[in-house]
């Protein structure tokens, strides 16, 4: 792998700045979370995988090996990281538990918070959490972990 992926860092279009969150959450974000799920509440999906509906998941970041370290890459004009909603409830079926990440709570600095647009079928604005350069996995998750103590429990369904 070339040392150039590992110092990319996220690029803002000017005509796009206004969908880049640097300092604050800009509203309130809810993340769905199965009630048996024994991940971490932001955690990203690392590996793709099929689903029981014989699709295939595709993973929320890009991770690669350098020198028996595991990176996020980043992809400086489009990125990728840990989906939330700016509603709750999104989710169909039974057994999700909804987080809601406050607005105005303090995104941690090397996390960015990107509105990347309406998702119809889900009635709600998708944002994604990203890291704005590439790092160790390990750093990534301890951000997440460290925004996720800032999210409140509202139920499930």
Do not use: C
């Not at 206004?18 to 769905?32: H, K, M």
């Amino acid at each position: 792998m070339s040392e150039s992926k590992l110092d990319r860092t996220i690029l803002v279009p000017k005509d796009q700045v206004d969908r880049f969150f640097f300092g604050e959450i800009p509203t309130n974000l809810w993340r769905a979370l199965r009630s048996d799920s024994p991940l971490p509440l932001l955690a990203p999906v690392e590996k793709g995988y099929m689903m029981d509906n014989r699709q295939f998941r595709r993973p929320d970041i890009t991770v690669e090996t350098v020198e028996n370290k595991e990176w996020v890459i980043i992809h400086p004009t489009k990125p990728e990281g840990t989906s939330t909603f700016d509603r709750s409830q999104t989710f169909k079926g039974k057994r999700w538990d909804y987080y809601r990440l406050p607005e105005g709570t303090k995104i941690p600095d090397g996390l960015v918070i990107v509105k990347d647009g309406y998702n119809e079928s889900f009635e709600a604005t998708h944002y994604t959490i990203a890291p704005v350069r590439s790092m160790l996995l390990s750093t990534y998750k301890r951000l997440l972990a460290d925004l996720a103590q800032s999210a409140i429990k509202e139920g499930n369904l």
